[in-house]
């Protein structure tokens, strides 16, 4: 049952549900995939940090090979837990 005020007055309305095939398989991809969405956003900016220090040209500020391997591992993980190819544990 649904609760709308309009007016100071409120009213009921009941809303069936209705339950698909799937229903329930797609509400855990929908929720695997926002409780990734950190982890997913966390990747993305390393690397993008890591290119734009890369871009400056600057050896000193260049990235190693050692952090590039760890932001793309990081972002692979990232991927597989937002595609539930393993658990987010």
């Known amino acids: 049952m ?3 005020i309009c007016a100071g007055m409120v009213a009921y309305i ?3 549900i209705i339950i698909r095939p799937g229903m329930y398989e797609e509400a ?8 990734a969405s950190s982890d997913l956003l966390t990747a993305l900016t390393e690397l ?3 290119h734009l220090c890369e871009q400056e040209g600057l050896a000193p500020g260049a990235p190693t090979p050692e952090q590039w391997i760890a932001a793309v591992d990081k972002a692979t993980l990232a991927i597989k837990k937002a595609e539930g190819k393993i658990d987010d544990k």
């Open 28 to 35: 855990e991809k929908i929720k695997r995939r926002c409780d």
């Open 48 to 50: 993008v940090w890591l």
């Open 14 to 16: 009941e809303i069936p």
């Open 2 to 4: 649904s609760e709308y």
